[in-house]
């Protein structure tokens, strides 16, 4: 079992539980899925998108499918049905070893890191943030990037408000800064 859903179901529930909004072990909030996303630029180079899908499949562990335009917009040269990024939906288990490693390997080796911006709540207790270089994953190599990939990551949470969650994932490890 992974040690941070061990650490969730043991110390975050009963603190959450004797902070006194929640009742039962049932309403306190979880971490519902983890979501990364890599939009890429595949107008001038199409191993991009190959590069953008091997990149999530290492980090995570899960193969990325490839998202596709919706919509043609001239001014960007993007045509309906284009390739235009990779996403990654993890769940359970995977999700878990995912936010540890994200937690304590990944955001320590961001440079001049002091901590998440709390601002990027969206009003319904999911988290999103951008990472500008995919190298603060340790599974990268850097011998083989060929360009220098950024990604969003959201946190989904079941919490209905921006605090719940906010709490929630500062009991589970994310470094917020003030």
Known sequence: MVQLYEFYKKDVVEQLLKGGRYTNRMQVPKVEKV????????????????????????ITGQKALV??????????????????????????????????????AALPRIRDFRGM??????????????????????????????????????IVTTANTDAEAKELLKLLGMPFSS
Do not use: C, W
């Open 35 to 58: 979501v990364l996303n890599m939009g890429v630029n595949a107008n001038h180079d199409k191993d991009v998108i190959n590069e953008a899908q091997q990149e999530l499949a290492t």
């Open 67 to 104: 998202t596709k335009a919706k919509k043609s917009i001239s001014n960007f040269k993007v045509r309906e049905g284009m390739p235009v990024g990779a996403k990654v939906t993890l769940r359970g288990q995977r999700m878990y070893e995912f936010l540890e490693r994200f937690f304590n």
């Open 117 to 154: 911006n709390p601002r990027g709540f969206d009003g319904r207790g999911s988290y999103t943030m951008g990472v500008k270089d995919q190298t603060i994953f340790p599974e990268v190599e850097l011998d083989k990037i060929k360009h220098n990939l950024g990604m969003d990551v959201t």
